[in-house]
Structures are given as C-alpha cells and as structure tokens.
C-alpha cells in the first residue's frame, strides 16, 4: 500500500476522531457545571452521589469505563445491542468522563471566587441565579480556561482509546494497517496527524484565552 493510501484511509479515521473529540466536548462542558454545582450543593444525598460519581470516573480507567458501557448492557440486562451502539458507547464513556474532570475543574474556580461578589450582587437586587450566570460564571471561566485547555489537548490523544471496543477511529485503522503491511509507515503517519490535531487545538484554545485577556 502507498503512501497516498495510508494517509487516504487514515484520514476516514481521523473524521471519527474528530468527532468523538468535539462530541464530547459539545456534552461533557456543560454537564460538568451540572455536576460541579451538585458536588457543591448544601444537599447531602446530591453532594454525596456526585461526590462518588466523580471518585469512581476520576479513580477508574477510561478503558475500563469504556467496556463497562460497552458491554454493561448485554452482561447486566441481557439486551441485544444494534452494531450502531458501539460508537454511542464511545460518545457516552467519553462524556461520563470527562464531564467528571471538567466539574473539579469548575468547582475549583467557583469557590475561588471572594464572597463579596456575591454579597455585593444581592445589594443590588440580583438575585443568587442571576449574581452566578451574570456575574460570576464569566469570572470563572476565564480563571479555569489554562486547565481546561490541559484537559481538552489531552482529550485529543484519548480518542485513540475507542479502539479498545474496536471503533474504527484513526488508532484503530493505523493499528490495522500496519499490522497487515507489517510497517510501522501508518502508526507515523498517525503520529503526525495527532501532533498536527493537537497543535490546531492549541492554538485555538490561547486565542479563545487571550480573547479574554480583557483587563490587559
């Protein structure tokens, strides 16, 4: 097989990628603030079922999570799974996961903020849902965003994890290929393309930083 070839069906498999990427990223943010805000909540049986959601997520290998997802079903409950079920898998195992790590992530930045602003937004007449979307949410973000980008180039390199339940993304198919060409020509190829992803996302992520930049 050519290197034309290599790179031709390497990059079908990076399309996956890319989507198992921005999938998770599109779900997982915003269900991390849910978590997050339940990790923090006065409510000791939603604190503490958040507590240990994020424990086992953040204690257990994301492989691991993968399978259970995976093959939880059929094993537990005996259902009879499409084919289709197995990208769902990947998306689900995913969000799950990370939703966990990006929680910490918001819960770190939300109870840094001083108490003041808060008090001072109730002077004002803000209410407490108000004074957090308006007035401490945007603070928040731009606080966690250099932790959010460790988080997000190190989704990047996980989504060659899928294959571990045989999803035909870009590791997968490098994986694959090489194995039958009996070249290590597709695993650096794959190299590249995961280099090259992550620099783009890089990149992006210090924009979007110094779009927030605006104090300076």
Not at 34 to 61: C, D, E, F, Q
């Amino acid at each position: 097989m050519s290197l034309i070839q290599i790179v031709g069906e390497l990059l079908k498999g990076l399309g996956v990628s890319v989507e198992i990427f921005f999938l998770t990223l599109v779900f997982s943010l915003p269900l991390g603030l849910v978590v997050a805000l339940g990790r923090m909540s006065k409510n000791k049986g939603i604190n503490t079922l958040t507590k240990i959601y994020i424990s086992i997520m953040r204690g257990t290998p994301l492989m691991l999570q993968l399978f259970v997802v995976y093959y939880g079903p059929y094993y537990l409950f005996h259902m009879k799974l499409s084919p289709t079920y197995r990208n769902s898998a990947v998306y689900i195992g995913f969000i799950i996961n990370y939703a966990a790590y990006f929680a910490e992530i918001y819960r770190s930045g939300i109870q840094s903020m001083p108490v003041g602003q808060y008090e001072a937004a109730e002077i004002l007449g803000y209410s407490r849902s108000q004074c957090f979307l308006r007035i401490i949410l945007p603070q928040v973000i731009k606080r966690i965003l250099p932790s959010i980008t460790n988080e997000v180039i190190t989704l990047v390199k996980d989504t060659s994890l899928a294959f571990s339940i045989s999803v035909m993304e870009m590791f997968t198919k490098a994986k694959a290929l090489s194995s039958s060409q009996t070249s290590m020509t597709p695993l650096i190829v794959a190299g590249i393309f995961y280099y090259v992803f992550n620099f783009v996302v890089a990149i992006a992520m210090e924009r979007v930083e110094k779009s927030m930049d605006y104090y300076k």
